[in-house]
């Protein structure tokens, strides 16, 4: 008779300290129950603006205030009802908290999209004038410029409140994807040759993928893909009314297409999208293959199969590392950054800020979400590897910079361009990995560590940029009118993914489904910003190591900077310049690097 690996538990059973406080948010689900009525009321201190919100100098200052004091406490409440659905999606409860916040903010937004509206009716000259009568509207320059610069994208007053009024039901595609994810979309267990079950699901997945056991990864890849399969044309018909919401507004909007229009937030040209997508794609596919093809001799593998690439190349060489563990490596990797980041570093790990469990019905993946006010939350499912302890200072590098630029500016401008956004995450990586190296004496935990720091790249500059490039073709191809179907999206992926790596890796029909995996398709272009931010990361982390305290001040300053500067300049006011491909090119060196040094260290094997 075989035997069964330990169930996943439910959201009940996980011990309280591996989840997080939301009664630092609310300190009940009443107390939530009373602010979600108690906002019917707020909202009108900032709808007694409307009609006359640009009157005068003082009553645009009045009601910008009275907008982001509003904008705060829904924040918070909308936070709690998503937080606690990610917890654990299959409580109906839950369910019922993040529909009634979703409906409510969407009612929220129609009321209050007269505010743009209204400061549109300006022009540049007026604006001017009114920063000279009250100095105070500086707190808001960039918000009410950008505005101002938007003017040819914007409709009508009563077309935009329309929009607004849609927003809950602009959700709804990456509400059902998620939803069917946490709380529908359920995985057979699979059985290896010794009779052993083991139970799969969206996050155990992830672990199997990485196994040293070649039954074990491909009977679980194979297990996990063919469910997959199944609803393929389901979450296909779901990703493609996301696209088509993004083309019509795109049309609508004026923009010469769905990139474009996607772009215009980002303050990204498409020149810079499109050279961060190429250099990488080129430039790095020699060296990922390399690394593949170094796995496959390694190892013993008769070929190198999609489903090997996550395998490690030193299997009886992977310690576990506990939480506690990882908070240690974290708070030494990190000391250089100085007294005010580390604070915020160690208040995170220790004070709940971190929910690790893994539990029925939890969101996979991993995210920081960063109401303003109150502190930062991450959600992550611990593993016990050095790729979970990686993930947990990236994360934690989101939450320090929020809790940075919150600190220093106000809501209007806490938030920078998707473009950077990315950066002070894997600055973390990158300050966690060469921290590690530097202690590293031991050749074997030396290239263990080399093989972490690879582990890095591979998320951002592989696996999201793959993702970012199959989002490139999905664009063109909804911009022309192409249907997307299922098949178009297979298709495409297992194309993009068999010309990144070449004749190295056989890439089979399953991985043609990994786009299912992902939410970041309902993010508009996300996924290559990742690769963005690890490039500026990867420079500035050279000179905060090179050149100490200097170059800690200016990445501080930058996050301080919140979303005052454009993404181009605040990477400028760190120390990177972005306007040409060096420093991608830079970063794409140092990754053939770290493959050089474990071709050397696996030489003689």
């Known amino acids: ?104 903010a969407a009612n929220f937004n129609a009321r209050l999209s007269f505010i743009s509206s209204e400061i549109l009716q300006l022009s540049h000259d007026e604006l001017t004038q009114f920063f000279k009568e009250e100095p105070r509207l500086e707190e808001f320059q960039k918000m009410l410029t950008d505005l101002l610069a938007s003017r040819e994208h914007k409709l009508a007053p009563e077309t935009e409140e329309v929009l607004a009024a849609f927003g809950d039901l602009q959700q709804s595609p990456f509400m059902i994807y998620e939803r069917s994810k946490s709380s529908d979309l359920t995985f057979p267990s699979f059985q290896t040759a010794d009779q052993t079950e083991y139970p799969l699901t969206f996050n155990t997945f992830e672990s199997f993928e990485a196994s040293a056991d070649t039954e074990m990864r491909h009977k679980a890849y194979n297990t996990f893909y063919d469910t997959l399969n199944q609803y393929k044309h389901t979450y296909a018909a779901t990703f493609a009314t996301e696209v088509k919401k993004q083309v019509t507004e795109a049309k609508l909007r004026g923009h ?92 995170g790990l220790y004070n ?49 910079h929020f809790r940075l630029a919150g600190k220093n500016q106000r809501l209007a401008n806490v938030r920078p361009s998707r473009y950077f956004i990315e950066a002070p995450s894997t600055m973390n990586e990158m300050l966690l990995s060469r921290h590690i190296l530097d202690q590293s004496n031991d050749p074997r935990m030396r290239r263990w560590v080399v093989l972490q720091s690879l582990g890095t790249y591979y998320h951002n500059f592989v696996t999201h940029i793959l993702e970012g490039e199959l989002q490139r073709r999905i664009y063109a191809y909804a911009d022309r009118g192409t249907p997307v179907t299922a098949e178009l999206l297979c298709n495409e992926k297992q194309d993009v993914l068999q010309t990144f790596w070449g004749d190295e890796v056989n890439v089979d029909a399953r991985a043609g489904l990994t786009w299912m995996r992902q939410p970041h398709y309902y993010m508009g272009l996300y996924p290559y910003t990742y690769s963005a931010g690890l490039t500026a990361s990867t420079a500035a982390s050279r000179h905060i190591i090179e050149e100490g305290e200097p170059a800690v001040e200016r990445w501080l300053n930058s996050l301080r900077a919140g979303g005052t500067m454009k993404p181009l300049d605040l990477m400028q006011l760190s120390g990177v310049d972005m306007t040409t491909k060096e420093p991608i090119q830079e970063a794409v060196a140092y990754v053939g690097s770290l493959v050089d040094e474990l071709e050397a260290s696996f030489a003689d094997e």
């Open 1 to 104: 008779m075989g035997t069964t690996t330990k169930e996943t538990l439910t959201r009940a059973h996980v011990p309280t300290e591996e989840t997080w406080d939301l009664t630092d948010l609310f300190a009940t689900d009443q107390s939530w129950e009373e602010e979600l009525q108690a906002l019917e009321t707020e909202v009108e201190k900032v709808t007694r603006f409307a009609g006359q919100l640009v009157e005068s100098a003082a009553t645009l200052y009045q009601g910008l205030v009275a907008y982001d004091e509003f904008r705060a406490r829904l924040m918070c409440m909308t936070t709690y009802a998503h937080l606690n659905q990610s917890g654990d999606g299959t409580d109906p409860a839950h369910q019922t908290k993040a529909a009634r916040a979703g409906a409510a």
């Open 256 to 347: 010469d297409s769905v990139t474009s229009f996607l772009l215009y937030d980002q303050e990204v040209s498409e020149d810079m999208y499109h050279r961060q997508l190429d250099t990488i794609l080129t430039e790095l596919a020699p060296h990922m293959r390399r690394l593949a093809k170094l796995k496959q001799r390694v190892l013993g593998l008769d070929e190198m199969h999609y489903a090997d690439l996550k395998v490690p190349l030193d299997p009886d060489f992977s310690p576990a590392v506990s939480y506690d563990e990882a908070a240690s490596y974290i708070e030494n990797a990190l000391e250089i950054m100085g007294e005010e980041y580390m604070s915020i570093i160690k208040e």
């Open 352 to 400: 709940r800020w971190v929910d690790r469990a893994n539990n029925v019905g939890k969101r996979s993946g991993a995210f920081c979400s960063s109401p303003y006010g109150v502190h930062p939350y991450i959600l992550m499912t611990w593993n016990g590897s050095m790729g979970d302890t990686f993930t947990l200072a990236h994360e934690l590098g989101h939450a320090a």
